[in-house]
């Protein structure tokens, strides 16, 4: 079993040492991390989407922008959009789970905001209908996932795509290239 646990260690270590030796990738996080901070910075809201456990990255990364990451300071306006579970059944009930994002990204965003979902496949209907309905708002879109990017590389504005196709190793890339952002975003805005 030890052999096993260190193999999934080294794994994950070489998902993320591909990354750092990616520069396109290491230039597009830079990218995302100015585009966030100057979407706060103009009073717009950063929104995450995802399904399964890519849900629960967006929730964690929504909570480092509307909470804190190191620095206490005021809050950031950034949230999770499935965290309201009586509009999500409803919707989904009614209309469908695939449109359970893309109806909340045409109530509730503006443009100049920032979507960010996360998909491993980049596959996801939901997800790929909410970023075409971010995009008719002037929304900028960006997406986390897997290698290929999937469906979701051709109605983004930014792509991580993080490359792996073991969706344990992208969705734990996710949430470190996630935190990368968090900081930089967060040490940019509220300068000591």
Not at 11 to 26: A, G, P, R
Not at 50 to 79: I, K, M, V
Not at 98 to 106: L, P, W
């Amino acid at each position: 079993m030890k052999d096993r646990i260190s193999k999934i260690i080294q794994t994950s270590i070489d998902t993320k040492t591909k990354i750092l030796s990616d520069d396109v990738l290491m230039a597009t996080i830079e990218k995302v991390t100015n585009v966030v901070t100057e979407a706060f910075r103009n009073g717009n809201k950063v929104l995450f989407c995802g399904n399964g456990g890519s849900a629960a990255d967006a929730q964690h990364l929504a909570a480092e922008f509307s909470g804190r990451f190191y620095t206490d300071r005021d809050p950031l306006p950034s949230e999770a959009l499935h965290c309201n579970t009586s509009y999500l059944t409803a919707v989904a009930n009614d209309y469908g789970y695939d449109v359970v994002y893309s109806r909340m990204i045409k109530g509730m965003g503006r443009k100049g905001d920032v979507l960010i979902g996360l998909s491993t496949s980049g596959n996801s209907v939901n997800i790929i209908k909410a970023m075409e309905e971010a995009t008719k708002i002037g929304m900028i879109n960006v997406v986390f996932t897997g290698e290929g990017g999937g469906k979701l590389k051709d109605v983004c504005d930014y792509l991580i795509n993080v490359p792996s196709n073991d969706t344990p190793r992208i969705q734990e890339s996710h949430i470190t290239v996630g935190h990368i952002i968090c900081e930089l975003v967060e040490s940019e805005l509220f300068k000591k």
